[in-house]
């Protein structure tokens, strides 16, 4: 099976000028965002719920704990929300009216208690991709995005497996997608002294 695309400024671009012309478009963004801007797979995505993200007073918190039983593999973490993100969500949480911590962040049509599956939030994610125009991606590419980006702005790789929830840094590595421009400004900044 082919790994999921890594995507571009452009790719994320066309998926958030998609979801901004359709239906439910604060809370598609915000779930895109969750995979692009902190990493998130979709299976947490869709086991988020509100009291995960909002302290008491209704502001968004800046990191959100995710215990063993809620993420592959059982190796809990705790995913960090940046400011950028905090706003996202504070946006998509001012569209809510329901506001029960125990009810799913990302409810579907059905009702404010009706969560999205892993499965199903999947399945949405392929089609996003599909009717944006971004090929080879999939449910997996915003978070290989977050590593890659991450990589890429010098974060060190055990830094990157922490925020993953990853045991093992060849795991994270896997993630880690490398391209000519990255290679270009890796020997541009070589400046070995040579007589």
Do not use: W
Not at 3 to 20: E, M, N
Not at 24 to 31: C, E, L, P, S
Not at 39 to 66: H, I, P, Y
Not at 156 to 182: C, E, P
Request: hydrophobic residues 40%; positive net charge.
């Amino acid at each position: 099976m082919a790994q999921a695309k890594s995507l571009t400024q452009q790719d994320i671009d066309k998926v958030l000028t998609y979801i901004a012309s359709n239906t439910n478009a604060t809370r598609n963004r915000a779930m895109f965002l969750l995979t692009v801007l902190a990493g998130l797979r979709v299976s947490e995505v869709a086991q988020l719920t509100l009291g995960d993200v909002r302290n008491s007073d209704g502001t968004v918190k800046s990191q959100v704990f995710l215990s063993s039983d809620r993420v592959k593999h059982g190796h809990a973490r705790t995913v960090f929300i940046s400011t950028h993100l905090q706003h996202e969500l504070a946006t998509y949480l001012a569209t809510r009216t329901a506001f029960d911590d125990t009810f799913p962040l990302f409810n579907t049509l059905r009702g404010a208690r009706k969560a999205f599956t892993a499965s199903t939030l999947t399945q949405h994610f392929h089609y996003l991709y599909r009717r944006a125009l971004v090929f080879g991606a999939s449910s997996h590419s915003g978070r290989r995005t977050f590593l890659t980006t991450l990589s890429n702005s010098g974060i060190s790789v055990f830094v990157l497996a922490s925020l993953a929830g990853h045991k093992n840094i060849a795991t994270t590595q896997r993630y880690v997608t490398v391209n000519d421009d990255q290679k270009r400004r890796a020997v541009d900044c070589f400046n070995l002294q040579v007589a």
